[in-house]
């Protein structure tokens, strides 16, 4: 049965969470995980266009297939951190509300638990990428989680009062 109260909750629910986005957005945490976001994606760029497509060059047809793949996974991963980084930063410069960036369009997914890249000749430097793009965007993924609560734990109820409610209905009919 839904009391007066919901709304009013809901309302200061939305409220305090908004504050805590806000707060994140302007967090030295969020300083340094947007420079190591941004960081890492440079780096891989570089990676990727210079000595990455270098290696890739010398190896076997099934190892470079395996490196396309590897590499794209790569990619995709970081530019979808980047983009949730950027959505805290438009946040924190007032470019968005912290309501907006709770749209599911501005999350992140979960993500498939992966294998270690299948073949044995990809570079290693892809693979420490690879493991590097992995460890940011589980903790991107956390505090992702973390901020953006879709259901928020429901107090625990007090049973002595919820029987002393169906007490006061029963006396009331």
Same mark, same amino acid.
């Given at each position: 049965m839904a009391t007066e109260d919901e709304p009013g909750q809901k309302l200061a629910d939305k409220a305090s969470r908004a504050g805590e986005i806000r707060d994140f957005? %302007?967090?030295?945490?969020?300083? %340094? #995980?947007?420079?190591?976001? !941004? $960081?890492? +994606? $440079?780096? #891989?760029a570089a990676y990727l266009d210079g000595e990455g497509r270098r290696d890739s060059k010398l190896l076997s047809r099934s190892a470079a297939l395996a490196y396309a793949g590897e590499s794209m996974k790569l990619t995709t991963r970081l530019?979808? +951190? /980047?983009s949730w980084l950027l959505v805290q @930063?438009? +946040?924190?410069?007032?470019? !968005? #509300?912290?309501?907006? /960036?709770?749209?599911? %369009?501005?999350?992140?997914?979960? %993500?498939?638990v992966e294998a270690e890249p299948g073949h044995p000749e990809i570079p290693m430097a892809l693979v420490e990428y690879l493991v @590097?793009?992995?460890?940011?965007?589980?903790?991107?993924?956390?505090?992702? @989680?973390?901020?953006?609560?879709?259901?928020a734990? $429901?107090?625990d109820a007090n049973p002595v009062l919820s029987q002393m409610g169906r007490l006061e209905a029963a006396f009331r009919e």
């Open positions: 957005a %302007r967090s030295e945490l969020f300083d %340094r #995980t947007f420079q190591e976001g !941004m $960081e890492l +994606v $440079e780096e #891989t530019m979808q +951190v /980047a @930063r438009a +946040v924190r410069e007032g470019d !968005m #509300t912290p309501e907006a /960036a709770c749209d599911p %369009r501005y999350r992140l997914g979960e %993500r498939k @590097r793009a992995e460890k940011l965007y589980d903790r991107v993924l956390y505090l992702d @989680r973390r901020m953006y609560l879709d259901d734990p $429901e107090p």
